[in-house]
């Protein structure tokens, strides 16, 4: 698939450095717009900046997903990051998705899966959340680059397509109210929504909500952050949860605890299996923290 490669020659020197320039002069322009939009609400500003956003990539080369770099086609990575991103291929654990070592490839499942079974079915991740990737999923976490979903969906629809083929709904992992107001968006719901329409399935935003907000699950390891999540999550809309299988959408996947908690919380209300979704992984719990 086209998103996937990343082949594309660099730009020839003179003319990355005129649109570099012509860059520069939009960005600061649009930094300056920005500073006079600081006294509207926070979603208005976003929403100015999205739109800005948009309507400069429309005008400019378009930009590496994760290191701003010119290449030449949208919502790709330059060769750099592309050659740095590792993306998830089998050998993988069936049930939570992650890398394994062995020369076998099917049926696989992992010590800590056997030992203490989620409460979804599936896992699947795009790609190892690590140093390399942190910057893409960051910028979409807080950087208003909302723009940026249209092209990372593309992502999870090549490394989900069997949990997408065989899901009825898409439900995304929420924030805790006081988060959203905040940040005025949920990465998560803007992932499930651009892959909803991607997929063509129906996507419920408000199916979760955080009946509670829980403290940062930094350092935490996999015991402590189940305890950190459970019963955080409460179902609603259940006419559009009960009987049908759902597939959960969120951006990183740590220990899996967010994700289990999620899946009980939808099993309770009557969903038929959980899926999980999510754009990166980290390799092994504990490894490092989103
Ligand atoms: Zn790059
Ligand atoms: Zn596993």
Not at 173 to 195: E, G, M, S
Not at 230 to 236: G, K, Q, T
Request: glycine share 4%.
């Amino acid at each position: 698939m086209k998103h996937w490669t990343n082949t594309q020659l660099p730009l020839p020197a003179l003319e990355a450095t005129v649109c570099q320039r012509n860059l520069a002069f939009f960005e600061e322009q649009l930094e300056q717009a920005g500073a006079m939009l600081e006294h509207l609400p926070a979603a208005a500003r976003s929403l100015v900046r999205s739109g800005s956003r948009l309507i400069l990539d429309s005008l400019l080369p378009p930009r590496c997903l994760a290191c701003n770099a010119i290449v030449d086609s949208t919502g790709s990575l330059c060769s750099t990051c592309f050659a740095r991103f590792t993306f998830i291929t089998p050998p993988s654990c069936t049930c939570c998705g992650i890398p394994l070592e062995s020369p076998v490839i099917e049926d696989l499942v992992c010590g800590t899966c056997l030992r203490d079974r989620p409460a979804f079915e599936q896992a699947r991740a795009a790609f190892i959340y690590d140093s390399h990737s942190r910057a893409l999923v960051l910028k979409l976490k807080h950087a208003d680059r909302t723009d940026a979903a249209v092209h990372l969906a593309r992502w999870l629809h090549r490394a989900g397509a069997e949990q997408i083929a065989r899901c009825d709904v898409l439900v995304p992992v929420p924030l805790h109210r006081w988060r959203f107001f905040l940040r005025t968006y949920n990465q998560a719901a803007l992932l499930a929504n651009a892959l909803g329409r991607l997929a063509d399935k129906p996507v419920v935003p408000d199916a979760l909500q955080r009946t509670r907000s829980t403290p940062s699950q930094g350092r935490l390891d996999r015991t402590a952050r189940r305890r950190n999540v459970a019963r955080a999550f409460a179902a609603h809309r259940l006419s559009a949860i009960a009987g049908r299988r759902v597939l959960l959408i969120d951006d990183v996947l740590t220990t899996g605890a967010t994700a289990d908690a999620c899946a009980r919380a939808l099993l309770n209300a009557g969903a038929t299996a959980v899926d999980v979704l999510v754009l990166a992984r980290v390799p092994s719990p504990g490894a490092m923290s989103a």
